[in-house]
Structure formats: structure tokens, C-alpha cells
């Protein structure tokens, strides 16, 4: 009988042992090949706060997900601002079940408030100019009844006036309460798809450089980040220059805010989305001296195709390059409802629609548990 025991002992100690230098030895391999490992999305509505915690437990863990972009933007009952807040938003209790979430699962969770641009959405102003018309760049841009793109106005979406006097007493104090709230290290000021800067009827910016106004808010959202070493995370597309490269105004910028890439901070990380080519731009933001994340949304073939060129960037690049290749990022740009019935449907069948967003992420989370195999 003691014999019995003895081997039983040995057998469990021994697969222990095994299972977890094997463990042990793919979590590093993982880690060196895509240090980042990201998810974008916006941030549920209480009614699916329990469903997204669930999707965090167990899908995010199982893709291998180390950090967690959230957009809140206003869906938040800030107590700074209640003027701010939609009428149906998170309370900090909700958020605090996000933070236990990701804390259990060793993701890094970032919040994410539109900054600058981005401060309407087709015939909808938000929540900012909304209740703070004065900062509006463009007030005699009136919105559309029925909106279309292109427009006579080259409408958009509005943007705040950077050098307005007030506006970043307000901004700060939503970015600083849900960073607080969150117990986030980084923030994510959006920044992307600035069409509307340096207007020429606006009477504070009318006569300056777009790349100037452009790094001087980039700089000035890092600096106050920085009094509680916090780091700033934005979009990349405003960094490229879309006449020149032919990647165009939506990837790229038309109104030569791309310059601002010499003048912005370099331990700002740069987001750099492309969403139907994979666009090699990670080596000039690198070759910046800024660290940068590669990010995909609905295309399978390209996600995949990018994945691969991260890892190839981080091989083949000296030491010093290499750290700032960081990873690869999944955004999501429908609402959450809708991305999880999407999401927990494309699970049940083996048969997928080639570009959606669930599909993506599911084939990106197999390409990711591929690095993760021992060899």
C-alpha cells in the first residue's frame, strides 16, 4: 500500500513539474515574440456589464490578451463632471468589477476618451461640445439634418480648439477621474481622423501650423499624464504623411499634422491601424524612437499578415529597434452588444464569414496560441 502511494506521489509531482515548466518556459516565448497582446472596444452598457465580464474571464484569457483598451468617452457617471455623462452610464461600482476582471487575468486595462477630434459623430455632437459649445473649432459648421460624406463643409467630425483657454480644465479632470477609477498606468486620447485643426475663422488658431497645433495637444495630454506617471497611447494616422506615402487621408494625413512626429515626446505609443492592407508604417514610427503597436480590425488575411510582420520586426531588428516594436492590437468598432452576439455565434458554428470582426479575432487568437506552442 505504501508503495502504491509512494508512485502516486511521484506521478502528480512529476506531472506537475512538467506541466508547469512547459507553461513556464511558452509564456516567456509568447511574451518575446508580442509583448502586447491588445483588445479595443468600447465600453458596455451597465445592462451588458456582466456578459463583458464574462467575455474578459474567458475569451480574453484564451486569446492570450494582455491589455484591454477601453473606449469610455462619456458612458461613465463622472463626479467631476455630471454634465458629462450619458444618461445611461456605468456607475464606479460597474467599473470596478471591470478593474477585478482584468487584474485576475493579468490584463492591463487603459481607458480611452476621444481627445481633439472626434467630438461628433454624423448629424450627433457629443457629450463635450454639447454642453461646451465654446470650444467648438468649427461653430459655423452647422450639423447635418441627414448626414453624407463628402460635404460641402468637409464635416466629419468636429474637434475641439486645442488652444482654448478652459478646455483642458474640463478634459483633465474626466481623464484623471477615470484613470484614478480604473487604477490605469497608460490613457488612450484617441486623436485620430483630425480633419478639422487650425481653422481659418477660428480667432486662436487661424494662423498656425496644423503639425504645430497638433504636438502641441499631444504634448500637453502627456505632460499632465505624466504628473501621476501616467503614459499616452494614440492613434497613428495624423503621424503619417497620406499624400506622399499614397496610403490617403483616412490613414494618413492631408493637412500636414504629419510633421508633428518630429516635435511630439517619444515615450508616446503610437497605435498604427490598417485595416485593409498591411502597411509596413511600424518601421517609420519605430525608426522615430517611438514605441508602436500594430492594429488590425476585420480582414483575416491581413491580421495574420501583420501578426507576422511584428514578430519578423522584433526578430530581425537590433536590440535598441526591437524594443519598440510592442505587439499587435484587435479593434472593435461596432457597440459590445453587438460584437459579443457576434462573437459567441461565429463560436457555435465552424463555418465563418471571412471579414467580420469576430471572425478576426478568432483567427488572431489561434495565430497567437500557435507562438504559445512549445518547440
Same mark, same amino acid.
Given at each position: 500500500?505504501?508503495?502504491?502511494?509512494?508512485?502516486?506521489?511521484?506521478?502528480?509531482?512529476?506531472?506537475? =513539474?512538467?506541466?508547469?515548466?512547459?507553461?513556464?518556459?511558452?509564456?516567456?516565448?509568447?511574451?518575446?515574440?508580442?509583448?502586447?497582446? %491588445?483588445?479595443?472596444?468600447?465600453?458596455?452598457?451597465?445592462?451588458?456589464?456582466? $456578459?463583458?465580464?464574462?467575455? @474578459?474571464?474567458?475569451?480574453?484569457?484564451?486569446?492570450?490578451?494582455?491589455?484591454?483598451?477601453?473606449?469610455?468617452?462619456?458612458?461613465?457617471?463622472?463626479?467631476?463632471?455630471?454634465?458629462?455623462?450619458?444618461?445611461?452610464? &456605468?456607475?464606479?461600482?460597474?467599473?470596478?468589477?471591470?478593474? %477585478?476582471?482584468?487584474?485576475?487575468?493579468?490584463?492591463?486595462?487603459?481607458?480611452?476618451?476621444?481627445?481633439?477630434?472626434?467630438?461628433?459623430?454624423?448629424?450627433?455632437?457629443?457629450?463635450? =461640445?454639447? @454642453?461646451?459649445?465654446?470650444?467648438?473649432?468649427?461653430?459655423?459648421?452647422?450639423?447635418?439634418?441627414?448626414?453624407?460624406?463628402?460635404?460641402?463643409? %468637409?464635416?466629419?467630425?468636429?474637434?475641439?480648439?486645442?488652444?482654448?483657454?478652459?478646455?483642458?480644465?474640463?478634459?483633465?479632470?474626466?481623464?484623471?477621474?477615470?484613470?484614478?477609477?480604473?487604477?490605469? /498606468?497608460?490613457?488612450?486620447?484617441?486623436?485620430?481622423?483630425?480633419?478639422?485643426?487650425?481653422?481659418?475663422?477660428?480667432?486662436?488658431? %487661424?494662423?498656425?501650423?496644423?503639425? @504645430?497645433?497638433?504636438?502641441?495637444?499631444?504634448?500637453?495630454?502627456?505632460?499632465?499624464?505624466?504628473?501621476?506617471?501616467?503614459?499616452?497611447?494614440?492613434?497613428?494616422? $495624423? =503621424?503619417?504623411?497620406?499624400?506622399? /506615402?499614397?496610403?490617403?487621408?483616412?490613414?494618413?494625413?492631408?493637412?500636414?499634422?504629419?510633421?508633428?512626429?518630429?516635435?511630439?515626446?517619444?515615450?508616446?505609443?503610437?497605435?498604427?491601424?490598417?485595416?485593409?492592407?498591411?502597411?509596413?508604417?511600424?518601421?517609420?514610427?519605430?525608426?522615430?524612437?517611438?514605441?508602436?503597436?500594430?492594429?488590425?480590425?476585420?480582414?483575416?488575411?491581413?491580421?495574420?499578415?501583420?501578426?507576422?510582420?511584428?514578430?519578423?520586426?522584433?526578430?530581425?531588428?537590433?536590440?535598441?529597434?526591437?524594443?519598440?516594436?510592442?505587439?499587435?492590437?484587435?479593434? @472593435?468598432?461596432?457597440? /459590445?452588444?453587438?460584437?459579443?452576439?457576434?462573437?459567441?455565434?461565429?463560436?457555435?458554428?465552424?463555418?465563418?464569414?471571412?471579414?467580420?470582426?469576430?471572425?478576426?479575432?478568432?483567427?488572431?487568437?489561434?495565430?497567437?496560441?500557435? &507562438?504559445?506552442?512549445?518547440?
Amino acid at each position: 500500500m505504501k508503495t502504491t502511494h509512494t508512485f502516486q506521489y511521484y506521478f502528480f509531482l512529476f506531472l506537475y =513539474l512538467f506541466l508547469f515548466t512547459n507553461y513556464a518556459a511558452a509564456q516567456p516565448q509568447l511574451d518575446n515574440l508580442l509583448p502586447v497582446r %491588445s483588445f479595443c472596444i468600447s465600453a458596455p452598457k451597465p445592462q451588458n456589464l456582466e $456578459r463583458f465580464v464574462k467575455f @474578459i474571464n474567458e475569451e480574453l484569457t484564451i486569446n492570450k490578451i494582455n491589455t484591454l483598451i477601453l473606449r469610455i468617452d462619456y458612458n461613465y457617471q463622472f463626479e467631476s463632471h455630471p454634465e458629462l455623462r450619458d444618461s445611461i452610464a &456605468l456607475s464606479k461600482q460597474d467599473v470596478q468589477q471591470l478593474v %477585478s476582471a482584468c487584474k485576475k487575468n493579468n490584463i492591463q486595462l487603459i481607458p480611452q476618451i476621444n481627445l481633439l477630434g472626434h467630438q461628433s459623430w454624423a448629424g450627433r455632437i457629443e457629450n463635450l =461640445l454639447k @454642453i461646451y459649445p465654446q470650444f467648438d473649432e468649427t461653430p459655423h459648421v452647422e450639423m447635418p439634418v441627414a448626414y453624407v460624406w463628402p460635404n460641402p463643409d %468637409s464635416l466629419y467630425c468636429k474637434s475641439y480648439c486645442p488652444l482654448h483657454p478652459e478646455v483642458h480644465a474640463i478634459v483633465f479632470d474626466l481623464v484623471d477621474e477615470i484613470c484614478d477609477v480604473l487604477e490605469a /498606468t497608460a490613457f488612450h486620447a484617441g486623436m485620430d481622423e483630425v480633419f478639422y485643426l487650425g481653422d481659418a475663422k477660428c480667432p486662436r488658431c %487661424s494662423d498656425k501650423d496644423k503639425a @504645430i497645433l497638433f504636438a502641441g495637444e499631444v504634448n500637453t495630454i502627456r505632460n499632465h499624464l505624466a504628473l501621476k506617471k501616467r503614459k499616452l497611447w494614440i492613434w497613428g494616422d $495624423r =503621424l503619417i504623411d497620406g499624400k506622399s /506615402t499614397g496610403i490617403g487621408e483616412w490613414e494618413g494625413s492631408f493637412n500636414n499634422t504629419y510633421n508633428a512626429i518630429n516635435l511630439i515626446l517619444k515615450d508616446v505609443v503610437i497605435c498604427d491601424w490598417h485595416y485593409d492592407k498591411a502597411e509596413q508604417t511600424a518601421l517609420y514610427f519605430a525608426g522615430k524612437g517611438f514605441k508602436v503597436i500594430t492594429c488590425t480590425w476585420r480582414n483575416t488575411v491581413v491580421a495574420i499578415e501583420q501578426t507576422k510582420d511584428m514578430i519578423a520586426y522584433r526578430q530581425s531588428a537590433k536590440p535598441k529597434i526591437k524594443y519598440h516594436f510592442k505587439g499587435i492590437m484587435q479593434t @472593435i468598432w461596432t457597440g /459590445t452588444e453587438s460584437f459579443l452576439d457576434e462573437y459567441y455565434a461565429s463560436k457555435l458554428t465552424s463555418i465563418h464569414e471571412e471579414n467580420t470582426q469576430a471572425n478576426c479575432f478568432i483567427t488572431l487568437g489561434q495565430e497567437i496560441n500557435k &507562438l504559445n506552442t512549445v518547440k
